[in-house]
């Protein structure tokens, strides 16, 4: 079992920069590929990005450039740097594991990022 705890949203001006944290527990971090998903009111959740149990990474081609998506397993956290935010990047914001031998996924809770114009 894997509990998820997203921080770091907030509402920030249209070019600057937020960092997410999604704090882990319950289980061994490391075997866990991890991502960070977002979701619009009445819309399916989507990618942003995601990073394998080995570290490589994947990004939505809206983000790419912009966004980092990085993971300290010592600290059990997984970390998206958002930069140069635009408003179209407003959503609420999700951290996202999977078991890389059972697959089984967890979430969080979210955070909302709001990019002002």
């Known amino acids: 079992q894997v509990q998820l705890v997203e921080s770091g949203g907030g509402l920030v001006q249209a070019g600057g920069s937020l960092r997410l944290s999604c704090a882990a527990s319950g289980s061994i971090f490391s075997i866990y590929a991890l991502g960070w998903y977002r979701q619009a009111p009445g819309k399916e959740r989507v990618l942003v990005a995601t990073i394998s149990s080995g570290g490589s990474t994947n990004y939505a081609d809206s983000v790419k450039g912009r966004f980092t998506i990085s993971r300290d397993n010592a600290k059990n956290t997984v970390y998206l740097q958002m930069n140069s935010l635009k408003p179209e990047d407003t959503d609420a914001y999700y951290c996202?594991?999977?078991?890389?031998?059972?697959?089984?996924?967890?979430w969080g809770l979210g955070t909302q990022v709001t990019v002002s114009s």
């Open positions: 996202h594991a999977k078991h890389v031998l059972t697959l089984r996924e967890y």
